[in-house]
C-alpha cells in the first residue's frame, strides 16, 4: 500500500494518480496579512500574488524570491490574465475591475453599474472570446479593517459580464456572496462560489453551477458543498476537475462534484493557481503565506502551461 504524506487526503484513486507520495507542500513565501490572487505568468517564469491589506501586488520567482510587483494596489484581490496575457485584477478598496496594458498602464474595465458604484469586486475571469466575468460581494464595505467601511449602494451582490464591446450586465444576482469563480476547461460551465456563510450561518457553503450560452448563465444544480470552511477562489485542471479553496486546504472535486481529495494546508486558503516552469504546480495563497505543491496535472487556463 503507497503510503501519502500527511498533507495529502485521497479520497478516490483518479486523485492518487495527481499527486505523488513523496511531494511536499512548501512555503514559499511567507509574513504577508491575507494572501490572495495567485495567477502564473510562464512568459516571465513568475507568479503574482495579491496582500490585500498591504495594497500590495508581489511578485515571485524560483531565481529571485519575493518582490514588489505594484504598491497602493487599490486592495487588489482577485487576479487573472486575458488571451493577450495581460493582468486584469480586482481592486475591492477602489471598487473597480482594472487592466494592467503591456506598457504597465492602467484601464479601469467596470467601476459602477446604473449609476452607482460597485460594492467591490472581488474574483475575476476572462473568457476566451475576451468577455470579463467578474463578482461584486461587499466584503470590502463592511468592515473598516481596511479603513472603508461604507454602505454598499448596489442592491444585489451581482455577478456581472463585461462584453468585448463594453456592456456590462449583470447575469447572475441572488447570491449571498459571490466570491471566486472558474470555466470549465470547454467554457460550457461556469462554477461561482458562494460564501456568503462568512457573515451568515443560514448560508450554504456551496460551489453554484451554470451552464454559459452566448453569455447568459442557466443554473443548474450545485457542484458541491464544501465540508470545512468555505469556498473562495477555484481553477480547473484540464481533466475538468475544479480545485477550491476551503478553511482545511484544496479541495479537489470531478466535474460532477465527487470529492477526490484534499491538499490540506496549515493555514485557511483563499485561492489558488496552476503553473511552473513545468506547469505541474499549484500555487496556494494562504493567509499569511503562499504554499507550492507537485501535481501532476496542468491547469485549464492556457497561460498556466509551458509554451509548446
Ligand atoms: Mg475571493
Not at 116 to 122: A, E, F, H, V
Not at 209 to 235: K, S, W, Y
Not at 250 to 269: A, E, Y
Request: glycine share 10%.
Amino acid at each position: 500500500m503507497i503510503t501519502f504524506p500527511p498533507h495529502l487526503e485521497i479520497h478516490d484513486d483518479r486523485f492518487a494518480e495527481m499527486v505523488h507520495p513523496m511531494s511536499t507542500l512548501d512555503m514559499i513565501a511567507d509574513g504577508f496579512t491575507w494572501t490572495e490572487g495567485p495567477v502564473w505568468f510562464g512568459d516571465h517564469n513568475c507568479l503574482l500574488f495579491s496582500d490585500i491589506p498591504s495594497q500590495r501586488i508581489m511578485r515571485w520567482s524560483e531565481s529571485d524570491g519575493v518582490s514588489v510587483f505594484r504598491a497602493a494596489s487599490g486592495f487588489n484581490n482577485g487576479n487573472t490574465r486575458d488571451r493577450q496575457g495581460r493582468l486584469v485584477g480586482c481592486r475591492h478598496g477602489k471598487r473597480d475591475v482594472v487592466r494592467t496594458e503591456h506598457d504597465g498602464s492602467l484601464t479601469v474595465l467596470a467601476d459602477g453599474y446604473e449609476g452607482k458604484p460597485l460594492n467591490s469586486p472581488n474574483d475575476v475571469v476572462v473568457s476566451s472570446d475576451g468577455a470579463v466575468w467578474f463578482t461584486d460581494p461587499t466584503y470590502g464595505r463592511i468592515s473598516n479593517f481596511e479603513g472603508y467601511r461604507k454602505a454598499p449602494e448596489q442592491p444585489c451582490r451581482n455577478v456581472f459580464r463585461l462584453s468585448p464591446e463594453g456592456d456590462l450586465r449583470v447575469v447572475v444576482s441572488d447570491f449571498s456572496q459571490p466570491n471566486g469563480l472558474c470555466f470549465s476547461p470547454d467554457e460550457k460551465t461556469l462554477y461561482i462560489a458562494e460564501s456568503g456563510s462568512s457573515h451568515d450561518d443560514a448560508v450554504p457553503s456551496v460551489i453554484r453551477r451554470f451552464a454559459v450560452e452566448d453569455g447568459t448563465l442557466h443554473e443548474q444544480e450545485p457542484l458541491a458543498e464544501i465540508d470545512n470552511g468555505l469556498p473562495d477562489g477555484m481553477r480547473c485542471d484540464v481533466l475538468g476537475n475544479l480545485w477550491s479553496s476551503a478553511a482545511d486546504g484544496v479541495h479537489c472535486f470531478d466535474r460532477n462534484g465527487t470529492m477526490l481529495g484534499k491538499i490540506l494546508v496549515p493555514q485557511v486558503v483563499s485561492n489558488l493557481c496552476f503553473g511552473g516552469s513545468d506547469g505541474q504546480r499549484m500555487y496556494i495563497t494562504a493567509t499569511r503565506a503562499v504554499y507550492r505543491v507537485f501535481v501532476d496535472v496542468q491547469g485549464a487556463e492556457p497561460w498556466s502551461r509551458p509554451r509548446a
